[in-house]
């Protein structure tokens, strides 16, 4: 399991070297405060380029035109997270993948910081994509 977590660590910091611009394609949210500090992004470090991607925050639907592969969205700000959310998105082929998570209980609900979720791989035999977070709250204490 620390393999694991290590190969995907080397596999996040060669990648973000070789990262293509940021998208800017995204539906701004409403109502969300002025003095709202979480930021967030979608990465792609899969092979495959993700289109028409739906993320659902608890106050805020993003929508992604196209997310191409080993890139990320630029940072926006929201105004909170969890762990993980409602996230959609179709392959070239116009698969459909998607999580719908069922409730939160137990979750934190994040406010201040820095949330990214990334897609670390599709399964396209199985429709089946496996997703991670990571939050970092150093600089907003």
Known sequence: MTKLYLALFIAMIFCSCKQK???KEYVNPVGIQKDSILEFCLF?????DLNNITIGLPDTVLTYKKVEKYS???WIKVGTAYNYGF???FDIKNRKYYHQPIDYVGET??????M???VKSVD??????DMVSIYDSINYN
């Open 109 to 114: 609900l994040w406010k201040k910081g820095k």
């Open 44 to 48: 792609n470090a899969t092979d495959f």
């Open 72 to 74: 990320r969205t630029e």
């Open 87 to 89: 996230v959609r998105f």
């Open 124 to 129: 396209s035999i199985n429709g089946y994509f």
């Open 21 to 23: 611009p940021p998208s």
């Open 116 to 118: 990214k979720f990334i």
